[in-house]
């Protein structure tokens, strides 16, 4: 027997209309190329919105087309969110940093008809323009005077298309399931392949980002992504300020300027701000060199990858901050779970330990850990196993695959190695391509990574495995040196002596000037591997 | 285009799996007939419930019946939320307040095929047996030492039943939109009206009643249901509560009685409570009788009626307790609005106007005015107009009716008049059918209440519209008197002046006993009407 509620779809339209009615005096604060402190509301947002949606309609975009984005957080890209999902068509942001192969290629992937740019990235472009038959041609994101002169064709003005036209448009009534936005892993392996999320997984997404053991804001906080727009919806804080009525502060290019953060705290009172770990190193180190103080800011949420506890600690301690982590990719829209605050009763060890964890499934997502036969592992904080999820903002298949991207009974596996403790709390312990089977045994090499970095010589820190006699792999620690420090390998490597097992202790330790990252910034440990291939055991071997 | 992300369900099963995974050491404490205070996990509450759907199905339950409930807060109500709705069949909560004819009346239209009925209900029902013959039989929720003797053929012991069953049962994969749960609304007019909810809509509505700025349960939290589980899924706290891992307190059945609340708020460290505005009557009655704390709560939510102010204020400055009006109805899940904790910022008058307010739609729920042709009027906290809404968790048509309960463009008009301000703000003036039309203008009848029972020799009030030769209807204020307070009609009359617009103020006032209620305690204007056919104006009209 079917129930017989309303059937009322979950769509980002749904946001803008609840933001309409709630929240339009609300700000979104960006920077952007032109203006530096651009300041306007949630109500002028979506007007424009509604004249962007009107100016594509003329452009001649088609219900199903992808927009490209290339682009920074700021409100232009704001509108560009809402004025391509909410009218049908489908929000494609593209990631600036990566090669330009890969940006050729997913433009042709997913036929954009429209490129939205940064003037930025207009050089970017230009040079691979004649391989792009599929885009109809470009708008440039500034306005008539700041036009730059380009080789690119059928080129427009986004502030004067949208000066051309009206604020009114009749926003269709969408089906939850339609494509909202699509955006591309870069894979280590192959080409990038592209999430189409649904306006339905976006909506649940959001719900489940709020949560109050999450994101959690209010209508008299301000919000700070300092994770780009480009990138897997910037965690979803574009739909989720909006909801809740959070002021939204945009950081424009500026994300990795620590002087840029700090002033954009101070001066808009931000409440919360989410990034990747390397954002809050330039923020601290910022804060150390000119003894600034930021009180308006209560938590950093920090994902893309673990975060040190030396970054939690000092923003505890000098900051008065609470750092949340959390866990997700971009198949997952993108989060997963969320290190919510953990009560002041739990003794300061334990407390340590489960910061540390990438913390619980957000509601709607269910996760299991398994061995290599598939077989389901406990989820007792010891056992460890490839970590599978499943839900409605999980991804099913890519984009234009005629394959399922799941297991043959539906779960997705996500290329991590974790544990999940009795309370629900994941510790990612490693991916599953990067740890390090010695002996027959698994070695988590993030586990490895964690103690190096907490060292106060060690800048970055990574762990391969590299092929050994007599144990199949053995762990090559890999250390970029904080500038000026002296280093004594053996002595690193003692160190670690008590903190894990004994054969879990890497066999050498290699001091290099740079470590490989990928056009996310995170550690490539394939380049790495590649980079070491022919690397050889020095002679003492472990005992 | 269609998204491709995983069609994940949302249903109550998930819930239960999220706690299950996340929460299952978190407690659910109840006050039993049988034990003043029965204490167990969200682990063992499951596995009870896994136990109570093997049972079920052994009685010959078959996907879809309805089972009805006749019970108080506490665990074993509990298990059957889930038990039902998880394994495929319909909670269908009935409430004992009603008169044995609609109770009749329900459990029939519903087709009951089992009734689980606390003891103390037992006699409520044997004198309706005979009409029952829809209903296998009857479950009494005890162990078989407190059995009671009865008339009602085919009775089981809960417990019994239970210790006799497995605690695996395989949870089926249900669909999001098949029925979860029914309730009948205790309309004033005609037979009791069944509201059919699927497990989309009631997982949608714990998503909406959990955001920041509504019940933003936390993991380390007790949260208390003073509505009760038999009347629209007790707010929703049932599925909120395990969500996120607050420890439910269900204090059976001494919801009205102020000691027990107080002792349970005091023992069980209760932070977050739910209820009428008569609970809370109650609670503060007992505190201010005994001069006991209450230092744990940080938070009330009121919703049912319009909770008055002298409420709100002696909670905020006795206790430091917040109120929070929250607004809906059967038809909505019930969560519609709420009013979040607003800035400290807002100058106090302000404050108290916002605050006395229902507060913002919940995220999934849109609302508009409308006047009598059904043309919008604007949110501009002046106009007012019938309140319409839509979303996910609204009804659409009542049980086994083939018309469906909306307008013609897709709204469900809720019968209220309200304002909304530009910031979204609900604000309830009255019941379209209590609404005095004087003049051809509309008066509100709830404001003029409002100012009546802020003034202390008045208990309860009700204005009602009478039949005027002149202005067709003009307000009536019938109060009942605090004992033993000295009453001057006049007076009281006399002191709404310069509250409200002069032709707004009653004509007269009216001490009378006792005030009619409905079976779910609200002012039943409907009886008071047929009670007052006869009133005649006193001589003085207005000038």
């Known amino acids: 027997m079917l129930g017989l509620m309303m059937q009322g779809q979950l769509t980002l339209t749904g946001i803008m209309r609840h933001a309409q009615e709630n929240f339009s005096a609300r700000e979104i604060v960006s920077i952007t190329a032109d203006n530096p402190r651009h300041r306007y509301t949630y109500g002028d947002a979506f007007a424009r919105a509604a004249q962007l949606a009107n100016a594509l309609r003329k452009l001649g975009a088609q219900s199903g ?7 920074w957080n700021d409100h232009r890209h704001f509108e560009l969110y809402y004025a391509t999902s909410c009218s049908g068509l489908v929000c494609h942001t593209i990631n ?67 000066t051309q036209e009206s604020a009114d448009f009749s926003w269709p009534e969408l089906d939850e399931q339609s494509a909202a936005a699509l955006c591309y892993t870069s894979g280590t392996t192959g080409n990038p392949k592209g999430v189409l999320y649904s306006h339905r997984a976006m909506t649940l997404h959001t719900y489940g980002v709020l949560m109050p053991n999450a994101f959690a804001l209010q209508d008299d906080e301000a919000v700070m992504p300092v994770v780009p727009m480009f990138h897997v919806n910037a965690w979803s804080l574009p739909y ?30 931000v409440n919360a701000a989410a990034g990747v770990p390397t954002v809050w190193l330039a923020l601290q180190q910022y804060l150390r060199e000119t003894g600034l103080e930021i009180p308006s800011l209560q938590r950093v949420i920090v994902g893309g990858a673990a975060c040190p506890w030396s970054i939690m600690q000092e923003f505890e301690e000098r900051n008065g901050v609470y750092t949340h982590h959390a866990w997700g990719m971009t198949e997952m829209s993108p989060v997963g779970t969320f290190n919510g605050r953990l009560p002041e009763s739990i003794r300061p060890e334990e407390r340590k330990q489960r910061r540390l964890k990438q913390g619980r499934a957000a509601f709607g997502v269910e996760m299991r850990i398994v061995d290599d036969s598939g077989k389901r592992l406990p989820h007792d904080g010891i056992a460890f196993g490839a970590l599978q999820v499943r839900g409605p903002w999980i991804c099913e298949r890519y984009f234009k695959s005629d394959v399922s991207a799941l297991t043959s009974d539906g779960w997705f596996d996500t290329g991590d190695v974790a544990t999940i403790d009795p309370d629900g709390y994941l510790g990612i312990t490693d991916r599953t391509k990067d740890v390090i089977k010695s002996g027959g045994e698994w070695i988590s090499s993030i586990e490895l990574e964690n ?25 090559l620690l890999v250390v970029v040196t904080v500038p000026g420090a002296e280093v004594d390998t053996a002595e690193i490597l003692r160190r670690f002596h008590g903190k894990v097992a004994r054969w879990w202790i890497p066999d050498a330790c290699l001091v290099v000037d740079a470590i490989p990252h990928t056009a996310t910034g995170k550690i490539s440990k394939k380049d790495l591997r590649i980079q070491l291939a022919d690397y050889c055991w020095p002679e003492m071997l472990p005992a």
């Open 96 to 162: 600036p940093r990566l090669f330009s192969e890969q940006i050729t290629y997913i433009i042709r992937h997913a036929e954009d008809r429209w490129l939205f740019v940064d003037p930025a990235f207009v050089p970017l472009l230009e040079p691979l323009a004649d391989d792009l038959s599929c885009v109809n041609g470009f708008v440039i994101l500034c306005d008539q005077a700041r036009m730059p002169a380009t080789t690119l064709r059928n080129v427009f003005c986004y502030e004067t298309l949208l």
């Open 451 to 475: 103690i190096a970095v907490a060292m106060p010589e060690i800048q970055e820190a990574a762990v391969i495995g590299v092929a050994h006699e007599k144990w199949d792999e053995r762990p």
């Open 65 to 71: 087309d992808c927009i490209g984005t290339l682009a």
């Open 240 to 269: 989720a300020a909006p909801v809740m009525g959070a002021k939204l502060v945009l950081p424009g290019q500026k994300m990795g300027c620590g002087e840029t953060l700090c002033t954009l705290i101070r001066e808009e009172e």
